[in-house]
């Protein structure tokens, strides 16, 4: 069996971290299993989907090193959906009903004081001919919903009917249909909610495994109902776990909060981000992972924890340290010149520890460059006059900071503290930052000199 997934966004907002999480679970598992990762929009929902956040998504998508094998829309589709609905129809499936938003609301308190589960009675099954056409003419229009399989022959007697499925995080799950209303699947505009589109894509697509959020539980014992009456196969079923922040609560596309772009914008790696949101929540430690290829490894869907995946923002920065840190001059070369940072590779070596985000490299390549304003304590200023006299000549390497320093020592009897701070004030103008052996060479005799005068 060939793997192909899919993610399948609405874009009717940008991604954010949680978001990423689905997307990464699917691409990972393709990529794990040689398989195919299907981009599909869900954009039946004409007024709140936009084509700019479609093109956010995948441009957020790439930038995490995600690139679909196929991209479709669903608006485009429809065709499809309408074949499908047709068919349900014709088997008696899919019946018009014509409540009211207020109407249903009436009955489900009803329902809900009467101590019953607010479950649709099915009232619109009864209509004969002429009562749909007295409604019609009324002006009325109808939306349908699908005929869960819940019953032998009279839809009036629903009972107990389990939807099992073996669940590749959660393990197996039981559905009563008779605890679910007949789900709308056609609005009375005629256009589609999520529910029969989402199917229709998955068959014909030939979707092997359907990864998604927690939230989609119930949805998935209908949408097993849906594709069995339409004589498909089922695929395989993966619900993680939501990422949630500390506090428990929820991730919204529509509150931008942690929204990838945003997360971009800061600077962050997307190995950082896709480590946190990948980790978070399963059997393995939170740790910054180099690449793809080496999460996918790492990537077990039966060892997704059932609880919240609780994270805490402000460890992306330490993700993102812990990665920069290890990163060679090679994969931020390109990145750096862009910055206007030079000193090649050995001012990276020196500096990366340094660095919390490679866009930090740019403060530290003033310190070499300049300009500085050096730090001199006015008790210090002998001190530095007579440090120098006895800078050491050219050329300068990693040895010369230890050769200095020695001749300093000797000539002023200071050591420690005393010694080295005043030095490392003079000529970077801060009382911190990266080893003086390294930064010296590259800050150079001449305007290490221009520093102490
Ligand atoms: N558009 C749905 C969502 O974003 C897709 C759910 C699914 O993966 O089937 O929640």
Redesign the pocket.
């Known amino acids: 069996m060939t793997v192909t997934v899919r993610f ?3 874009p009717t907002g940008h991604i954010h971290i949680g978001n990423s999480r689905t997307a990464l679970f699917n691409w990972l598992f393709a990529r794990r299993s040689g398989g195919r990762f299907v981009l599909r929009f ?1 954009d039946t929902d004409t007024e709140r989907s936009r084509e700019d956040f479609a093109r956010s998504i995948e441009a957020d998508l790439a930038w995490l090193g995600i690139t679909p094998d196929r991209i479709e829309r669903q608006s485009q589709r429809v065709a499809l959906y309408d074949a499908a609905a047709h068919r349900l129809r014709d088997a008696g499936l899919l019946y018009p009903c014509y409540e009211t938003a207020d109407e249903l609301e009436r009955r489900r308190a009803r329902a809900r004081a009467l101590g019953r589960p607010p479950v649709y009675d099915r009232a619109a099954l009864k209509l004969g001919e002429a009562q749909r056409a007295a409604l019609e003419a009324e002006g009325r229009r109808p939306h349908w919903r699908f005929l869960l399989p819940n019953h032998d022959g009279d839809p009036f007697a629903p009972h107990r009917t389990e939807v099992v499925w073996d669940d590749l995080c959660r393990g197996a799950q039981a559905v009563d249909l008779a605890s679910l209303s007949d789900p709308v699947l056609v609005r009375e505009d005629g256009s589609y909610l ?1 529910t029969l589109p ?1 199917v229709v894509d998955d068959i014909d697509m030939a979707i092997s495994h ?1 990864i ?1 959020g927690e939230d ?1 539980v119930a949805n998935t014992a209908v949408q097993i109902a849906i594709l069995r009456a339409l004589g498909a196969a089922t695929p395989a079923f993966a619900h993680h776990n939501l990422l949630t922040t500390a506090d428990g609560e929820g991730l919204s596309k529509r509150k931008g909060a942690l929204s990838i772009g945003s997360l971009r914008e800061a600077g962050l790696e997307p190995m950082a981000v896709a480590s946190l949101a990948v980790l978070t929540g399963t059997s393995h430690a939170v740790e910054p992972v180099a690449d793809l290829d080496a999460l996918a490894e790492m990537l077990d869907l039966g060892a997704v924890s059932r609880s919240a995946a609780k994270f805490d923002p402000a460890d992306l920065i330490g993700l993102n340290a812990r990665l920069v840190h290890a990163l060679s001059y090679e994969a931020v070369s390109d990145r750096l010149s862009a910055l206007g940072v030079g000193g090649g590779a050995a001012f990276w070596e020196a500096v990366r520890e340094n660095c919390e985000k490679v866009a930090d490299a740019v403060r530290w390549w003033t310190v070499v460059a300049g300009p500085v304003e050096p730090a001199i304590d006015a008790a210090d200023r002998d001190y530095i006059t007579a440090a120098r006299a006895l800078l050491p000549v050219e050329p300068w390497d990693e040895a010369t900071w230890t050769a200095w320093t020695d001749a300093v020592k000797t000539e002023t009897g200071r050591k420690g503290r005393a010694l080295f701070l005043p030095l490392r004030k003079a000529v970077t103008g801060l009382d911190h930052g990266p080893d003086m052996k390294a930064l010296l060479p590259l800050i150079g005799r001449r305007n290490t000199s221009d520093r102490l005068a």
């Open positions: 399948a966004p609405s869900d999520y989402s359907v998604r989609h």
